[in-house]
């Protein structure tokens, strides 16, 4: 499989990941990873990856090129800007914070859930549309914190799940993706110290339609 770089020099290598891809091997994905695609592309290189993304989301995907790539990046993460798009059912807030602490399902610990002894997440949103006919507001996230599945659950605890996503909501019978795309991360680039800007394009298959080049500012809801 060919990735569409969105940045690359020395120190970083930015990637668009499609939905469906698994980011990095695991026991029920031993190879085939994005990670084994750009280990294969340049074996030189000790790649690791600067937070990770769902095999259903779609989106930017950093990767270090070396351990002191990695480690400053870490550092830094936190205070980086991570902005996903959603589709999400229902009339969403105009805008507002979600806090609220995310911990392991004790029934089934690959699940999130909201609980008081969790740890702190907080996510800020957005609403760019809404589809009345269809009931869903297209929403433009931002993690504050980086929680694993984070966006998906905090919406979804608020009545607002993400259409297509099985785990935290319900799966849409002609969607074969939840609609969660990693639009944009600006970090501190580990070397010059200057703010790196990365965007990846609104695929096709999220339910956003992309009017005048402008994602999430014209986006128009048709699934």
Known sequence: MMLEILFEDEWLLVVDKPAGLVVHPAYKNASGTL???????????????????DKLTSGVVVLAKSATAHSALQRGWRTAE????????????????????????????RRRVVRPDGASSVT????????????RSLLRCRLVTGRRHQIRVHLAA?????????VYGEAHRDFDRHALHAWRV??????????????????????????????????????
């Open 35 to 53: 990670l084994d695609i750009v280990r294969e592309r340049d074996p030189s290189v000790v790649f690791s990856i600067v937070g990770r993304l």
């Open 82 to 109: 991570k902005d996903y798009l959603a589709v999400v059912r229902g009339r969403v807030d105009a805008a507002g914070v979600i806090d609220l602490p995310l911990g392991p399902d004790p029934v089934d610990r």
């Open 124 to 135: 800020t949103f957005e609403r760019i549309d809404y589809d009345a006919s269809l009931d």
């Open 158 to 166: 608020r009545g607002w799940p993400v259409v297509g996503d099985a």
């Open 186 to 223: 600006a970090l501190v680039h580990p070397a010059t110290g200057e703010r790196v800007r990365m965007e990846s394009p609104v695929p096709p298959n999220l339910g956003v339609r992309v009017t005048n080049g402008v994602p999430g500012l014209t986006a128009i809801l048709h699934l």
